[in-house]
């Protein structure tokens, strides 16, 4: 069994979107709402740090180490929960140090994360100096992979499979989310084959292309069932991926992210943010409005979170503009 910290507010609720569904001429349209996990505006990473910190805890670690963007939605939820249950946390942001800190940064801030900023390229090297710089200061780090997409982060989407069979009578025919790390989407197609789930499990890519997500996805969902007690082999044909909707490139939004924002918030009253969920709700529409779902077909969204990018200085006046 494994090691866990409570952490998240569980089971999140799921929600009817029939104002959006009809809007869109669409199937029925589900929200799982993992936006509302509650830990410093929530989000999907808050599942994956309840076993990432236990293993951090019974490891005696004093210090969580994490990586991703300036604006990562994994960063602040790991800050978050290093605040909370008393590790420090230092944070490896890859890009320029931005003049005004907004959104996510602001937060990872606020709840007292110490900051370093390097480049992409120079992503690896930064973080052993920094690990190798704490364990001498003897502060025992632990390093918490990029998007907590280790195999135990992972497992908790398996079990949050099983959350979801408790809540829904009738099982959707389709479930859609966004996919970047990974790791989200291998607990779910793990988690599936373990708890009888028969859905389609649907990854809309934010920024990888096709192969190279199935790839992860498949060899990370083998882990996961191995961890779980009953091995089970995926290959990258096993995983569904859609990769037509990376746009201009990662954090770039365009035109069909800024419009299902506006939708979902319209229609549903519910937030998207500009990177992850709006680009996985902009991949959903289209495919709705393509007729890819049977118009009898459930399709639920599982919402990973990633409010506070709206509020990014970068973004807001891009969203709101000739409103």
Avoid at 97 to 114: H, K, M, Q
Wanted: aromatic share 8%; hydrophobic share 40%.
């Amino acid at each position: 069994m494994l090691s866990k910290i409570h952490i998240a507010h569980l089971p999140t609720h799921i929600d009817k979107l029939p104002i959006l569904s009809n809007a869109l001429g669409g199937p029925r349209l589900l929200v799982k709402r993992d936006d509302q996990t509650g830990l410093v505006f929530g989000g999907n990473k808050t599942r994956k740090l309840e076993y990432l910190l236990a293993q951090a805890r019974d490891a005696g670690a004093r210090t969580l180490i994490t990586t991703g963007a300036g604006q990562s939605n994994h960063c602040r939820q790991t800050a978050s929960a290093a605040a909370r249950f008393g590790f420090d946390c230092t944070l490896v942001l890859a890009g320029q140090e931005p003049e005004t800190a907004s959104a996510n940064l602001f937060l990872d801030r606020l709840v007292g994360a110490e900051i370093v900023w390097t480049t992409p390229e120079n992503r690896a090297q930064t973080i052993q100096k920094v690990f190798k710089e704490i364990e001498e200061a003897g502060r025992k780090p632990f390093l918490i992979p990029y998007g907590g997409s280790s195999k135990v982060g992972a497992a908790a989407y398996a079990l949050a499979v099983q959350e979801l069979l408790e809540q829904l009578p009738e099982q959707p025919d389709w479930i859609v989310f966004a996919s970047s790390s990974g790791g989200t989407q291998a607990g779910l197609v793990a988690g599936a084959s373990l708890f009888g789930l028969e859905s389609n499990i649907l990854g809309i890519s934010v920024d990888e292309p096709k192969d190279v997500l199935q790839s992860r996805v498949a060899e990370l969902a083998s882990e996961v069932t191995e961890i779980l007690g009953q091995k089970m082999a995926f290959s990258p044909n096993d995983i569904l991926v859609n990769a037509d909707y990376t746009g201009a490139g990662y954090g770039v939004m365009g035109t069909p992210e800024r419009e299902a924002i506006h939708l979902f918030a319209k229609k549903e009253g519910i937030l998207l943010d500009p990177v992850y969920t709006g680009r996985a709700a902009a991949g959903l529409i289209d495919l709705i409005r393509k007729g890819f779902f049977g118009a009898e077909e459930t399709v639920l969204f599982w919402h990973t979170g990633g409010t506070p990018a709206l509020f990014a200085n970068k973004y807001q006046e891009a969203i709101l503009r000739d409103e």
